[in-house]
């Protein structure tokens, strides 16, 4: 399947919906947050269920934390129809159809896409009769699960996964094209996402606005530049179209950032210059980095700042102190009011994807390592010098390279980043993340 499809898992509180989530995705990684040191649960994460990729969102956690219970559920169920293609609705086996049921039930009427009713805690098969009551719901047939045995979990994915399949056949979507580079705008809410990419395609000439997805919401739009070079952009306004409060919290931009940056080759991180940079800038920006793509940090509304000589200078200089992980990311200063530089994006798109895609001749590369040892010979650990042996490029998107070395352990985090250095200063890769993996030579 080329689309990648997205599984939202909705229900009132304390149903399960979490634990549902962790069967289906396996062990859920923690977002270690560097700057704060909070660990954070993610609410978003890729699975694969018989060779189908796919990502779950788990609803649960993302809510506007002020706002009253019933709202709350609400939201959630809304959120799952913009953003999934496919919906699990979680109830609990053993308590029947709830009021709180009934209102989720009432919002996901409204889907245009599949709703899958799981009917959790039925841990063993005698329970298996309560499922008669959800027919009530009018969501067609229960699936009976014990999200925390892992019972009945297969079967549905089984079914969601066949739909999925179908879908696919009568959809069949060529937006997948290799030749265009495909780019996503993210930020925290009104640091102007929404106005680059309406400037970015007015610009250019648009070839097809809204490409719409086989299920979802349109949010995509390809533009051809001046150079005739094919561009698609992700717009993350996401929900928002639907003037809800929940798109204004932190954990839904990250979560829609993290949708834009999966299906991305260059990640825009947009700033509000007139704000400046805010802790939720930072936790935005590093998941570009985790996911090792290409990166441009953009600072919007430059038009709305009082500037002097060293403005941008200062700007520049605040940003490499607070974005330490992003120093290999080019910044530009633009507007999307007045327009002023948006047409120098696909330049540095381009530039920032060749250097993501560059691949380095293996003669050459081992020349650069060579000449970085000469000048800082390799530490010694108890006696032991490191010995590097080779090295060579071993993918692209981001450039990996592994090391060949004796023994791994000898290889000293300073001296790791010293040799990234040297490959950064002799090789052009700017915006793009390199990862050097060292191995003992077999
Ligand atoms: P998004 O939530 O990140 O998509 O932000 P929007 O594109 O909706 O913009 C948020 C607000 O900032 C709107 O009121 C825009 O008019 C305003 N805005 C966006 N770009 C600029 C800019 O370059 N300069 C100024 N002064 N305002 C801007």
């Known amino acids: 399947m080329s689309k990648k499809y997205t599984i939202a898992i909705v229900g009132r509180p304390n149903v399960g919906k979490s634990t549902l989530f962790n069967r289906i995705v396996g062990v859920r990684k923690a977002i270690v947050d560097d700057l704060s040191g909070v660990t954070r ?16 969102i788990d609803t649960g956690g993302i809510s506007s934390s002020d706002d009253v219970f019933v709202n709350e559920i609400k939201e959630q169920a809304e959120l799952a129809i913009a953003e999934a293609d496919a919906i699990i609705f979680v109830v609990d086996g053993h308590n029947g159809i709830t009021q709180d049921d009934e209102l989720v039930a009432k919002v996901l009427y409204q889907s245009q896409h599949p709703i899958y009713l799981a009917v959790n805690h039925l841990d063993n098969i005698e329970q298996h009769d309560l499922i008669f009551d959800f ?9 009976p699960i014990s999200a925390v045995h892992g019972i009945g979990v297969g079967d549905m994915l089984d079914s969601i996964i066949k739909d999925f399949k179908e879908n696919e056949d009568t ?9 265009q580079i495909r780019i996503a705008i993210i930020g925290r809410p009104n640091v102007g996402k929404s106005s680059i990419f309406n400037a970015l395609i007015k ?12 299920t979802r919401d349109a949010i995509d739009a390809q533009f051809v530049d001046d150079q005739g070079r094919v561009f698609t952009i992700t717009d ?28 991305a080759d260059v990640i825009l991180v947009v700033i509000d210059a007139s704000t400046g940079i805010q802790e939720q800038d930072k936790h935005i920006a590093g998941l570009a980095t985790e996911e090792g793509r290409a990166v441009i940090i953009v600072v919007n509304k430059w038009d709305a700042v009082e500037k002097d000589n060293y403005s941008m200078q200062q700007f520049t200089d605040n940003i490499r102190e607070e974005f330490k992980f992003l120093d290999y990311a080019p910044i530009m200063f633009v507007s999307a009011k007045s327009s002023q530089r948006i047409d120098k994006i696909p330049d540095m798109v381009v ?16 020349q650069t390592i060579l000449d970085a040892i000469a000048v800082h010979p390799t530490p010694t650990r108890n006696g032991k010098r490191l010995r590097v042996y080779y090295a060579t490029e071993v ?8 090391i060949f ?34 191995r003992a030579r077999k």
């Open 135 to 143: 027919y009530a719901l009018g969501l067609g047939d229960p699936y």
């Open 405 to 438: 070395v004796n023994d791994p352990k000898l290889m000293h985090f300073s001296y790791q980043r010293y040799l990234e250095n040297q490959i950064r200063e002799n090789f052009d890769f700017a915006g793009t993340p390199i990862r050097l993996r060292i």
């Open 351 to 366: 530039a920032v994807d060749n250097n993501h895609k560059m691949r380095i001749q293996s003669s050459i590369l081992n």
């Open 171 to 179: 959809n069949a979507s060529d937006s997948d094209d290799e030749d």
């Open 395 to 402: 993918a692209v998107a981001p450039p990996t390279f592994a």
């Open 203 to 214: 610009q250019n000439r648009s070839i097809i606005s809204n490409i719409e997805g086989t």
């Open 236 to 263: 993350t306004a996401g929900i928002r179209k639907s003037g809800k409060i929940i798109e204004s919290t932190e954990k839904y931009s990250v979560l829609r950032a993290q949708m834009a940056i999966e299906s």
């Open 41 to 56: 649960d993610r609410l978003y994460e890729k699975a694969e269920w018989n060779g189908v990729k796919f990502s779950v």
